[in-house]
Structure formats: C-alpha cells, structure tokens
C-alpha cells in the first residue's frame, strides 16, 4: 500500500486531516479515457483511481470522467498518472495528497512478554510496528497505529484502524456474532478479493463496552484465515482454535490458550 500526507495549502478551511492516506496500487486498467476516446477527444491529464485501477480524465467540469467514476463507485482517492505530477485527490474529504515518504525505524528486539503476565480484564496497548495483512496476493492492510489488546493466556490480538483498512474488500459475514464479557458484542466480515472468498475473516466491534470505546471500528484479522500476517516484517503465527485470533510475534511466550484440552484455562 502507498502512504500519502494532505498537501499543507490543499486542504479543506476547517484542517480536518484527510481519512484516506492508506491506499492500494493498482495497475492502470487503460493507457488513457476510454469515454474520452470514445467520443474523439483529446483526454485532460489523466487519474487513476487508487482502488481500482481505473482512469478518467482529470479536468475539473462536472462531467470529468474521473469525477463520474467517484461518483458512481465512492472510491475516494484517484492519483495523477502524468510523470512530472506526483499528487493525489480525495473526493470524500476534498483534499490534495502528496506522497509521504516515511523513514522506517530500526527496532531493537522486544523484551520477551508472557502471556500469563497479562491482565484480566484485558488492556489496550497503543503498537507503533508495522502490522500488514496480506490476502490472494493483495496488502488489505498495513498500519503503524494498531492497538494491541493483551488478555491473560492469549497471544496479543492487533485491532487496526478503518483509515489503514481496504474496506471495500469486507463484506458483513451472512451468520454469527458473539459476545465478550469486557468489549461487547462483536461483528464479523468476510474478506473477498476478486474470487478469493476468506469466511469470517475479520471482525470488530462497532459499538464496545466504554472501557474499551477506543476500539470502536478497528478491524482484527484471523492470521489462519488470510495467507500472511507480519509484524515489522516478520510472519506471525496464529494462535490454535477456530474461535481465538491471536497473534503471535518473537516476543511472545506461552504456553497459549487454544489448542485441544485448553478450553477452561
């Protein structure tokens, strides 16, 4: 995925950041307008729609192809193809966007964490490294702002925000909610690339408990349920059983909550 910023004199009067500044990298699905060519015009400068993969001319008149394109799909941000024009627009929050490029740190290795030296009730801890979910050959999301939810014999759960999520790939799951006794109650998605259908993939909680309001809209991914899940790089682990969706990272020890014989821990 591309990470943009919002371009400091492009942004809307009121300064509200721009919600969008995670998006994918899709191939061009043509090498100009297809509409404009259509009629024998020559395309304005050219956008290409950052979810996917279409391009519409870029001028500003109401019936630009790339304004059509928003409107009838609501994918919100489309980049200039042209070479010397590094910049992209958000439709929903009228915003320019320019490219950020971010140093990647260099973390030292973590202190070892045992699973049995966290809490119950569970705590939220805020993780700075880069969580990336990986599906049918397509990033569905990467963020450096997860939220990490440690609960007594449970690898760590990584609740990522909405803004780092490609949610047109999610889709509500047709059966099944739960409940936590701490967060609430919890809905789950499936995760559909092209034909690639991942049942009850993610879940998340839409309205939890008020101990836990700041996960309201972050998504968690079952690692067993996609084809890779990293942290900083390096492949996680998914925790045993069909019903926890745990994450386990080089720091973390057991033994785990999960496997057969496990249940009542």
Do not use: N
């Not at 490219?99 to 260099?106: D, G, K, S, T, V």
């Not at 079952?222 to 899940?229: A, E, I, T």
Request: hydrophobic share 35%; aromatic share 10%.
């Amino acid at each position: 995925m591309t990470r943009w910023t919002p371009r400091p004199d492009g942004g809307r009067p009121t300064g509200k950041p721009c919600s969008h500044t995670w998006t994918a990298d899709p191939p061009p699905l043509s090498e100009t307008c297809a509409s404009c060519t259509a009629r024998g015009r020559a395309p304005a400068d050219l956008l290409l729609c950052l979810t996917c993969g279409h391009v519409g001319c870029s001028d500003s008149s109401p019936g630009a192809h790339a304004t059509v394109h928003f409107a009838s799909s609501a994918h919100p941000v489309a980049r200039a193809l042209a070479r010397d024009r590094d910049w992209a627009w958000c439709y929903v929050d009228e915003v320019y966007l320019d490219p950020l490029e971010e140093p990647r740190p260099r973390f030292a290795p973590r202190t070892p964490e045992s699973v049995w030296d966290y809490p119950r009730p569970p705590v939220m801890r805020e993780d700075e490294r880069d969580v990336r979910v990986e599906c049918a050959s397509q990033v569905v999301a990467e963020t450096r702002r997860s939220v990490r939810v440690l609960e007594t014999s449970h690898p760590p759960v990584f609740y990522i925000p909405p803004q780092d999520v490609r949610t047109e790939l999610l889709f509500p799951a047709a059966t099944g909610r739960t409940w936590c006794e701490w967060k609430g109650a919890a809905r789950y998605w499936d995760l559909i690339v092209g034909d690639d259908l991942r049942a009850r993939a993610a879940w998340c909680y839409p309205r939890p408990e008020p101990g836990y309001a700041s996960l309201a809209g972050f998504f968690a991914f079952y690692p067993s349920r996609v084809d890779r899940c990293t942290v900083d790089g390096v492949a996680v682990t998914a925790q045993e059983g069909d019903f926890y969706g745990g994450w386990i990272t080089l720091e973390v020890r057991g033994p785990f909550k999960g496997a057969p014989g496990t249940q009542l821990w």
